[in-house]
């Protein structure tokens, strides 16, 4: 949640392998293509395609005017995604290098920060309610919350379907399995919204996000101590308290975590999947008559518009290279998902929506040690989100102009705003 974005300022620092023929002198620098904030924002897939065909690695500004370092092609994004040298906590980060979200140790001690042992053990601690077994057991409550928010949107004819369905559907199941309480949710869901895409014209209001996320956590926890249900909020406080093998911080941090991933990623899921449908009648038209394909269609949906253009940023322990491009120790690497899952060199048609596509490997979710804990819950909440909704809801059809959509302003998730549709 902590990863720079891009902006449009053009790049310096030793040139991509493809441009050396026309940087005689590397060390001078070669300016990276200059792309559109606002237009990766809106599309970008477009602009990660040019990077991708000018070269593999780029220097590119963040907005907080320091580089970082932008990888585009799939088979180095894939192994870049496991390499142990390039490191998560930012320890590693050259001091002046990385300026990003600062959080207070009782949110900052996540795994979003760590590197083994510290990842490994926590890893292990909360994995367990996330295997694919344990996941598959949840399918009858999604499905009933997923019923649920439709038999309130059916009779309308009418509806912003991430306000109404793709926000809800998460937010409850995430909130139901740590074991907030219903009270808290729409606030938790309001903080979350803030600090996902903070204004930047009104930065008192990630401030008091920030505070009321740090009051709600602690006041939770004690709660669950002293009223312990059968939830996994619970079961960490267990593990915590009675076996020591988290910190506080950890404890508060994971929570945190768990909760803004299971939200976050999800919505951004629903929604795109949703929006492509909308926009390739035959692809929908597809699922309609087979609903079967529907859980093999989220995979496609992920590749071809996931939740997160690039992975939580890198910082090598050493000089690595990658793509045939030497990257300093210390800097900051982001490693582009979204360019990856749209290479011609992996996929066949990457730019098409293809619901019966059978080879696969995206890295939407990632790939090796920091492979997305919750990525069976993500699966399982879209294709029934998806398969209710083709289901309950025909006519199913934009309510406004596609122009006029509007993305959250943030390249480090890809998400709408709102998806008006009529049904």
């Known amino acids: 949640m902590t990863s720079p974005e891009l902006t449009s300022a053009p790049a310096t620092g030793p040139a991509p392998a493809e441009s050396a023929a026309s940087c005689p002198a590397p060390a001078a620098g070669c300016p990276a293509p200059v792309i559109d904030a606002g237009a990766l924002i809106a599309d970008p897939h477009a602009g990660y395609a ?4 000018a070269g593999p690695v780029h220097r590119i500004v ?3 005017g320091l580089p970082v370092w932008l990888v585009t092609r799939y088979a180095d994004v894939r192994q870049a995604l496991a390499d142990p040298r390039l490191a998560l906590d930012k320890r590693h980060a050259t001091p002046g290098n990385y300026r990003g979200l600062s959080l207070p140790p009782a949110l900052d001690a996540n795994m979003l920060n760590m590197d083994p042992p510290d990842h490994t053990r926590i890893r292990r601690l909360v994995g367990q ?3 694919p077994r344990r996941v598959e057991q949840l399918r009858a409550p999604i499905e009933a919350i997923a019923e649920e928010l439709l038999d309130a949107l059916a009779p309308l004819g009418r509806a912003d379907l991430i306000e109404a369905y793709a926000a809800p559907l998460p ?3 995430i909130c139901d399995l740590l074991g907030v309480p219903q009270d808290d949710r729409r606030d938790f869901r309001s903080w979350t919204d803030t600090l996902i895409a903070p204004d930047p014209a009104r930065p008192q209001d990630a401030k008091a996000a920030l505070g009321a996320v740090l009051e709600f956590f602690p006041r939770l926890i004690a709660r669950k101590r002293a009223e312990p249900g059968d939830d996994l909020l619970s079961a960490l406080i267990a593990v915590r308290d009675q076996e020591d093998r988290l910190s506080e911080d950890e404890l508060t941090s994971l929570a ?6 299971g939200y976050e990623n999800t919505v951004h899921a629903i929604g795109n999947a949703v929006l492509a449908l909308l926009e390739r009648p035959d692809q929908l038209a597809a699922l309609r008559a087979e609903p079967e394909l529907v859980a093999g269609a989220v995979e496609e949906f992920l590749r071809h518009d996931g939740p997160a253009p690039t992975a939580i940023r890198r910082f090598p322990r050493e000089d690595v290279e990658i793509g045939g491009v030497r990257v300093p120790a210390g800097e900051t690497v982001l490693l582009a ?3 990856a899952n749209r290479d011609p060199g992996q996929f066949t048609d990457p730019d098409e929506l293809d619901v019966r596509r059978r080879e696969n490997a995206h890295l ?3 790939h090796g040690i920091h492979y997305c804990l919750g990525a069976p819950l993500a699966r399982l909440e879209t294709e029934i989100a998806l398969g209710a909704l083709l289901r309950r809801l025909p006519g199913l059809a934009l309510d406004l102009p596609r122009e006029q959509l509007r993305h959250r302003p943030t390249l480090r998730s890809r998400g709408l705003l709102e998806l008006p549709v009529r049904f």
Do not use: K, N, W
């Open 364 to 366: 939407a979710l990632g």
């Open 256 to 261: 945190f975590l768990i909760l803004l991933a």
């Open 129 to 131: 309610a996330f295997t």
């Open 50 to 53: 040019a990077l991708r065909q």
């Open 171 to 173: 937010i409850t199941v």
């Open 62 to 64: 963040a907005p907080d």
């Open 337 to 339: 998902l979204a360019s």
